[in-house]
């Protein structure tokens, strides 16, 4: 045997630690040309059951798990210093979350009753009279006092065609179920429909109804669900942001939905911001068909005292719904019966996972500023910014090589290119005690309050977003706060965020060989740097603004192309279902495309760059890393009921297929492990979308 000396490998603690934990994830048995996913996950998937409560379980979450720890302990531990007083907020509404004194538990339904008498009360709990009920009254209650209450879904967002101002948004909703799916494929999903009665009955019940009344009448609530499923639009018809932009006046909607007197409506919202709603005001609807046909349902119920009945207990049912995780251990209990149908697990984490998770969710800028000082130090930060560049580098090489794309088309998606944004690790106002308290000023929590403290902060939250009715929008706002563990692209910001909870191990650590890094980390970047020309980032321009600004000959070729793309992944299955490739383009397009950005910024990295040492006992050249750095990222293990939830209603591809699918178009991949591509090089040609470099 060949002796090998130890300083022909890399032996920092960093690389043995990470060589070990590939070698831990690996199925070597596997082939890697017939199965990448079981190469790359197998011993992982063996050795990670899901574990106790989870119904999807992965790299993400483990990551996420860690995380939490980070937040628990700064949020608990009295010795660390706080800065300003929004982090000590975060620190109150934690401990109201946890609970300790157990005052959630004592007070039982009574919060939640109470909150019911102030929309008139609920025929299910009893103190009810259809006569004083009213349908308007109680819809701006719920929607614009509490940011409850089903229907539809409004808010004030940047304008997709003059991205620079903000403008009244409406769109479809108020589904008690994920999908509409569900109530429509009773013979498959049938089993969810029956639990989510049960669920209902059970909450019903320990608000004061009887059991059999309200059986009953929440039977007649989801038959209502079931008609408003009829006419909501699947989500893979929803693709084409050009299509669904509709900018009206608010008289205009008054015309196409007249069951609410909109003008009162926003008004009865905007008047806590000291702000009149003319009937001119501007809005865009996203779903007219749908707003159009909710009015004509819900006039056809409130034209009799029994419709009155469901509609306000379809209403009531919305406020309780999304409050019942706030209440007393007997509602957390009954909701696991819907939780158990629909992704196969009754969940059941650790109280102060959830706590600190919620905290995330409700202040998670002050959380953030607390994880950041404790564990994102100065060095991730320039080093990713490099990478984003990199990445950005080779993709804009290949541009000229798209011969399906005319010049001029070509040169602006070069400018769109150079003009998209990067934010990473945080933004900086969150270490500037005064602008953080700035942020969060007016809020204000008590630590025996924990269902107050969320009535307070839907409010809250409601007002910070009426206030931005057409002013400029904040280029620099981000939506993810710094602990989370994912990446997201904006295209009216044409910006690409990356927050600190990603930029750790697994997907990115500075001591990590950049083979590793370029494929975990830079793949995600790659990923949303390519989402800026999707199938529906390509229809904004480099500042945000929806308009084409393709040549007709160069969309008709794109759409060419991605149609391979839509009938590959509708071609897999997961436990016996095909995927839809059409409600998945997006992000199918993304990962083709930044995989292939990302390894060939990584070789442009090589050639400038001393080669690197190779892992120890790692049998793998440090290009086959790359891609093993890349799948390793989506090692997962799911319930047959989470995978079949995703694959209704998410526009990701379950994990495995983002591997196997996204590793068949890629000729990168083929030649470093020697593998015949499935598809031939004409149909090759048409699924590498941008990046057709070595094709």
């Known amino acids: 045997m060949l ?6 490998y890399c032996v920092t603690p960093a690389c043995v630690t990470v060589a070990a934990a590939i070698l831990n994830a ?46 628990k302990n700064v949020l608990e531990d009295e010795s660390f210093d706080l800065k300003s007083d929004a982090e000590k907020k975060a620190r109150i509404y934690y401990m109201s979350c946890l609970d300790k004194n157990e005052t959630v538990d004592k007070l039982g339904a009574q919060p939640m009753l109470d909150l019911l008498n102030k929309i008139g009360g609920w025929n299910i709990s009893g103190d009810f009279n259809i006569s004083q009920w009213n349908f308007q009254r109680t819809l701006e209650i719920l929607h614009n006092q509490y940011s409850r209450g089903g229907l539809f879904s409004w808010g004030v967002g940047e304008d997709e065609r003059n991205s620079s101002r903000n403008i009244l948004q409406l769109d479809q909703g108020g589904l008690g179920l994920p999908t509409r799916d569900y109530y429509l494929n009773k013979s498959k999903d049938d089993e969810v ?28 609530v989801i038959d209502f669900e079931t008609k408003l499923a009829n006419i909501t639009i699947p989500a893979d018809e929803r693709r084409d942001d050009e299509e669904l932009y509709h900018k009206k006046t608010i008289s205009e909607l008054h015309e196409l939905a007249p069951v609410i007197h909109w003008t009162q409506y926003f008004n009865s919202a905007f008047k806590q911001v000291d702000r009149e709603i003319s009937s001119s005001q501007e809005l865009i609807i996203y779903a007219p068909e749908f707003i159009r046909k909710m009015s004509e349902l819900v006039t056809q119920y409130i034209s009799t005292a029994e419709g009155k009945i469901v509609i306000s207990n379809y209403l009531a049912w919305s406020l309780v719904q999304s409050l019942v995780a706030r209440l007393s251990k007997p509602f957390r209990e009954a909701s696991k019966i819907l939780r158990k149908a629909l992704v196969g697990s009754e969940g059941g984490e650790s109280p102060w996972r959830y706590c600190v998770s919620d905290t995330n969710e409700v202040i998670g800028f002050a959380l953030g500023a607390m994880f950041v000082r404790e564990v994102f130090h100065g060095e991730s930060k320039p080093m990713a910014e490099t990478m984003i560049n990199e990445i950005r580098d080779a993709f804009k090489e290949n541009l000229p090589l798209l011969k399906w794309m005319d010049p001029e088309t070509r040169k602006l998606a070069r400018e769109k290119a150079d003009s998209i944004t990067d934010m990473i690790g945080f933004p900086e106002f969150i270490l500037n005690p005064k602008k953080l308290d700035e942020k969060y000023d007016g809020l204000e929590f008590s630590e025996d309050e924990y269902f107050q403290n969320n009535i307070v902060v839907e409010q809250f939250s409601l007002k910070i977003n009426m206030k931005k009715l057409d002013k400029p929008s904040n280029r620099s706002e981000w939506k993810m706060t710094p602990p989370t563990v994912n990446a997201y692209y904006t295209p009216t910001k044409n910006q690409i965020v990356f927050p600190a909870g990603i930029l750790q191990a ?24 390519t989402h800026a020309f999707d199938d529906q980032g390509r229809e904004y321009d480099r500042f945000g603004n929806l308009h084409q600004w393709w040549k007709n000959s160069t969309i008709e070729s794109f759409r060419e192309r991605v149609q391979c793309f839509v009938d590959q992944y509708s071609s897999y299955e997961a436990f016996g279902e095909n995927l839809n490739g059409k409600q998945t383009l997006g992000e199918n397009i993304a990962d083709n495309g930044g995989l292939k950005a990302a390894f060939h910024a990584y070789q442009d990295w090589v050639v400038k760059h001393p080669k690197e040492l190779p892992l120890p006992a790692v049998p793998l050249s440090n290009n086959q890393l790359f891609f093993i750095g890349f799948a390793q990222v989506w090692c997962s293990t799911s319930t047959p009921e989470a995978m079949h939830l995703q694959v209704l209603n998410d526009p990701h591809s379950p994990a495995k297929f983002r591997v196997i699918g996204t590793l068949s ?24 979308v941008f990046y057709p470099r070595n094709l």
Not at 50 to 64: A, E, H, Q, R
């Open 193 to 220: 429909l029956t639990a989510y009665l049960s669920y209902m009955t059970k909450v019903g019940v320990l608000l004061g109804g009887e059991e059999n009344s309200t059986r009953a009448q929440m039977e007649d």
């Open 26 to 71: 690996m199925d070597q048995s596997a082939d890697p040309c017939q199965d990448f996913y079981q190469y790359s996950c197998g011993g992982w998937v063996r050795s990670n059951p899901l574990p106790d409560g989870k119904s999807i379980w992965g790299t993400f979450g483990k990551l996420w798990q860690e995380n939490q720890i980070v937040m």
């Open 3 to 8: 002796f090998v000396s130890a300083t022909e």
């Open 506 to 529: 697994p997907f990115y650590d500075p001591h990590y060989p950049k083979s590793l890094n370029f494929g975990a980390m830079g793949v995600v970047m790659g990923h949303e740097l």
């Open 665 to 688: 178009n890629s000729v990168d991949f083929a030649r470093e492990f020697n593998r015949k591509l499935i598809f031939p090089e004409d149909l090759r040609s048409q699924l590498s």
